[in-house]
């Protein structure tokens, strides 16, 4: 059995608009090795939801897979027939989508809303889907007895945890989860994430976690894989990339968050300018117009990923002076006088 459950290479997704097509994901590629939460973080617009979408192969109807391969245990999912791949979906691989705590059915019970998936998609019978059902409320720290209550009955962040439980309903083997605390209270988003590793780590799965904000990688993720502009432009361990990022964008994201355990840290910096179009993207690295230490060649040659130690890698033209960049990087006047 190999050590990466989900391997994604060089996959391209394009929206239709009229006539134009808006390349979300332009050739992005990472693993998520067995038993690991991976962060996917980025700006808001940076591919990440695409991404998310077409692992599963749930993406809007005018979106496409244009190219690269989906390699889950083994198999190329992003070529599977759609009967088949439904039958992965559940079952295999689940989606908390954005906004999940939002999106149950306020007219049924929670327990209608799970015996959907239990019944309809694991094809268990009302005894069995009755004490799964306990059992994933159990799991995720609600009292079963509130099975018959309704989405507006909980709070928030009780509505996350359901939405975990429906994610586990079939024992899957990874979960997707898209933005699932971005609309909670610091403390809040503490415990829901607390308890996504308890169960990720219990259940031996693995997690994609989907977020913008990359203290919530640093909090709970073991690995990391940075977007900026439908691109891939650093991955590799949590404490590794985050501590001794290599990429401009990743240290520049690390200035622009507080930290989730509230630790005092510097002032914040935000990153000024705005992500390209993705329409007619720049050449050469797609930073480039918004990056302090951009040269000339950054702004015509694509930069290749490079390797670094432990699995890190990233994609930027000067990354063999990261620790210049790390230094300079760190200044607040490094950022104001960008662009
Ligand atoms: N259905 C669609 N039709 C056209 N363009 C779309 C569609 N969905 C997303 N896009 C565009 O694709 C790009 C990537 O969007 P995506 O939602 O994947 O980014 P994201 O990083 O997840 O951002 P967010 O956190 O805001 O969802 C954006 O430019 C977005 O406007």
């Known amino acids: 059995m190999s050590e990466t459950l989900l391997s994604v290479r060089d996959l391209e997704v394009g929206y239709k608009v009229g006539d134009r097509v808006i390349h979300a994901v332009d050739g992005a590629s990472f693993d998520v090795p067995r038993g690991t939460i991976v962060g996917l973080v980025g700006e808001s617009g940076c591919g990440k939801t695409t991404v998310a979408r077409a692992l599963t192969r749930v993406i809007a109807d005018n979106a496409k897979i244009t190219g690269g391969e989906i390699v889950f245990d083994g198999r190329n999912i992003a070529a599977l027939p759609e009967r088949e791949m439904n039958r992965l979906r559940w079952r295999d691989i689940a989606f908390i989508p954005q906004s999940a705590m939002n999106s149950l059915d306020p007219v049924y019970t929670i327990e209608y809303q799970l015996n959907e998936v239990l019944k309809n998609r694991g094809g268990m019978d009302a005894r069995r889907a009755r004490a799964r059902a306990e059992e994933l409320f159990d799991m995720v720290g609600i009292e079963p007895g509130r099975l018959r209550d309704f989405p507006h009955q909980f709070s928030g962040g009780m509505r996350q945890r359901v939405a975990i439980a429906l994610a586990l309903a079939l024992d899957p083997k990874l979960i997707i989860a898209d933005e699932p605390v971005t609309a909670l209270d610091v403390i809040v988003q503490r415990q829901i994430l607390d308890q996504l590793r308890e169960l990720q780590s219990r259940l031996g799965i693995s997690v994609i976690l989907v977020t913008h904000d990359i203290s919530v990688v640093a909090y709970v993720c073991d690995r990391v894989v940075v977007m900026y502009a439908g691109r891939v432009v650093e991955a590799g361990p949590m404490a590794a990339t985050i501590t001794a990022p290599a990429h401009p ?21 935000p990153i000024e300018g705005a992500p390209p179009s993705l329409v007619e993207p720049p050449p050469g690295c797609r930073f480039a117009p918004r990056c302090p230490f951009a040269l000339d060649i950054c702004r015509t040659e694509v930069p290749q990923t490079g390797a670094r130690s432990n699995g890190h890698s990233a994609a930027c033209h000067r990354a063999h002076e990261a620790e210049m960049l790390r230094t300079e990087g760190s200044k607040t006047e490094t950022w104001l006088n960008a662009s």
């Open 249 to 269: 964008y990743t240290i520049g994201l690390r200035n622009a968050f507080p930290d989730l355990k509230g630790a005092a840290t510097g002032m914040l910096v």
